[in-house]
T-cell receptor
Framework: GEDVEQSLFLSVREGDSSVINCTYTDSSSTYLYWYKQEPGAGLQLLTYIFSNMDMKQDQRLTVLLNKKDKHLSLRIADTQTGDSAIYFCAESLASGGSYIPTFGRGTSLIVHP | DAGVTQSPTHLIKTRGQQVTLRCSPKSGHDTVSWYQQALGQGPQFIFQYYEEEERQRGNFPDRFSGHQFPNYSSELNVNALLLGDSALYLC?????????????FGSGTRLTVV
């Protein structure tokens, strides 16, 4: 995951907004993703954004993409304790006909009452 | 509708041994990818199988090999286990390799090498 960097921890109070940030290095990345991993579980795709988009909103989730700075963020509105998990940023580009996500190390989100 | 199923869930092996991990893809999916997730790290891509052939491979040694069966299920084999192979091994299935999204992950196999 050295091509994708994330801060390791984020602590927020229940009801506040959470913003998880990510930087990536490959300017030819075509898709960028946010995955969620709860303890003992696999990864769940939360949302993705195509590289020609600046923003994508899906219910409580807002993804912002700054291609110039290669910066991706995930905002979770009205964060709940059930949102506590590890969030992975990932990038992919078409290679041999496949899109293989490359993951960052993950940001551990802790939501406290 | 069952998602991705992996077996076993936990495994303990001795250094130098060989191990086989199994994955059944989500119904309707035909492509299987394997990832290694070391503690505190993000998943690292090992390889991807489609039409019973290895299509893409990450930066892993030849000790890591795989297979895909006609029913799309897959195995990951690791020979000559090292302590550093201890990790969570994740299987992800998708519909054809060319889709940029739609990976469904299993819960993983926790391998401990002692």
């Amino acid at each position: 995951g050295e091509d994708v960097e994330q801060s390791l921890f984020l602590s927020v109070r229940e009801g506040d907004s959470s913003v998880i940030n990510c930087t990536y290095t490959d300017s030819s990345s075509t898709y960028l993703y946010w995955y969620k991993q709860e303890p003992g579980a696999g990864l769940q795709l939360l949302t993705y954004i195509f590289s020609n988009m600046d923003m994508k909103q899906d219910q409580r989730l807002t993804v912002l993409l700054n291609k110039k700075d290669k910066h991706l963020s995930l905002r979770i509105a009205d964060t709940q304790t059930g949102d506590s998990a590890i969030y992975f940023c990932a990038e992919s580009l078409a290679s041999g006909g496949s899109y293989i996500p490359t993951f960052g190390r993950g940001t551990s989100l802790i939501v406290h009452p | 509708d069952a998602g991705v199923t992996q077996s076993p869930t936990h495994l303990i092996k001795t250094r130098g041994q060989q191990v086989t991990l199994r994955c059944s893809p989500k119904s309707g999916h035909d492509t299987v990818s394997w990832y290694q997730q070391a503690l505190g790290q993000g998943p690292q891509f090992i390889f991807q199988y489609y039409e019973e052939e290895e299509r893409q491979r990450g930066n892993f040694p030849d000790r890591f090999s795989g297979h895909q069966f006609p029913n799309y299920s897959s195995e990951l084999n690791v020979n000559a286990l090292l302590l550093g192979d201890s990790a969570l091994y994740l299987c992800a299935s998708s519909l054809v390799p060319g889709r940029p999204y739609g990976y469904t992950f299993g819960s993983g196999t926790r391998l401990t090498v002692v």
